[in-house]
């Protein structure tokens, strides 16, 4: 069931909707179908020119922390060729082995990889870091929609900043909570997705934010990604939005909203769904052929 919001009053959706999601696997599937997310549909779709270079930022800040650390000294970082070929060469197997056994599915082949993994300074601990930050919020938020205060001190550091942000911009704008954390889907396009928050304003504007714990507003993915809950939303039948918002939590404890109301549009939405779509008929296409 699902609100209209105009009047308060609970409606069916248009069509019958059974939205499952794996919260493991990260998947969702509609009345039994599997179905991509709208986030999937996104990381599928548009180019990463900066990734190349995140992770190269990372390496590089992973070999200073080791340095600095100890961990391996900057004499074997400026050495002659043996100290070289000691960091290049291979981790020995039971180092391999022992990283394996942690849970990662990475398998260094240099000991300064094994080295990073062991010192959580890989890419995959940054980006779990990351999601980290994002969980927090996403607490922060339910404690606040429930009419709480949500305990900052007794959250995880690295998420701390971001859940101080997301407080301020709540006594800013004290939103008149409609829905958290509900889950959308498109029978028309096939894909599902789930929006952090519905909300009306001062002025009764029906409003629907995303929450973001980046650096900087990334218009390309934040906003295609709201349309694609929007569309998803208005097709099930819930109440025209008027707003679209990402609220950007910053690490400085600040915030930043940006409305994407203009500025994206359901055909673009539509245009990435379909790419992914003719993405994936091609890549099940050269399965068949090999098989």
Not at 91 to 96: G, I, L, Q
Not at 197 to 214: C, I, M, P, Q
Request: net charge negative.
């Amino acid at each position: 069931m699902f609100g209209d919001l105009s009047t308060g009053e609970l409606i069916a959706p248009s069509e019958k909707l059974v939205i499952d999601f794996d919260d493991e696997k990260h998947r969702y599937k509609v009345n039994g179908e599997e179905v991509p997310s709208v986030t999937q549909i996104l990381d599928a779709t548009l180019p990463k020119p900066a990734l190349t270079w995140w992770g190269f930022r990372i390496g590089l800040a992973a070999a200073v922390e080791l340095a600095r650390s100890g961990d391996l000294p900057y004499g074997e970082l400026v050495g002659g060729h043996d100290e070289h070929q000691r960091i290049v060469d291979g981790a020995p197997t039971e180092a391999m082995a022992h990283v394996r056994g942690k849970g990662s599915s990475a398998k260094p082949k240099t000991l300064i990889e094994y080295l990073a993994l062991e010192n959580r300074l890989d890419p995959n601990a940054i980006k779990r870091l990351a999601a980290d930050r994002g969980t927090g919020i996403h607490e922060a938020l339910n404690v606040l929609g429930l009419g709480g205060t949500p305990d900052i001190d007794a959250m995880p550091e690295s998420a701390r900043p971001f859940c101080q942000a997301l407080y301020a911009w709540w006594l800013d704008r004290e939103p008149d909570v409609q829905l958290m954390e509900q889950p959308v889907a498109s029978l028309r396009l096939g894909y599902a997705g789930r929006f952090d928050l519905l909300y009306r304003d001062e002025g009764g504007s029906l409003v629907l934010a995303d929450l973001k714990t980046s650096k900087e507003n990334r218009p390309d993915s934040f906003f295609r990604q709201l349309m694609g809950y929007k569309v998803a939303w208005e097709e099930m039948g819930g109440a025209p939005i008027d707003r679209l918002e990402i609220v950007l939590c910053k690490p400085t404890g600040e915030y930043g909203v940006y409305d994407a109301t203009t500025k994206v549009t359901p055909e673009i939405w539509e245009a990435a769904v379909a790419a992914f779509k003719a993405d994936r008929a091609f890549r099940d296409l050269q399965r068949k052929r090999k098989s």
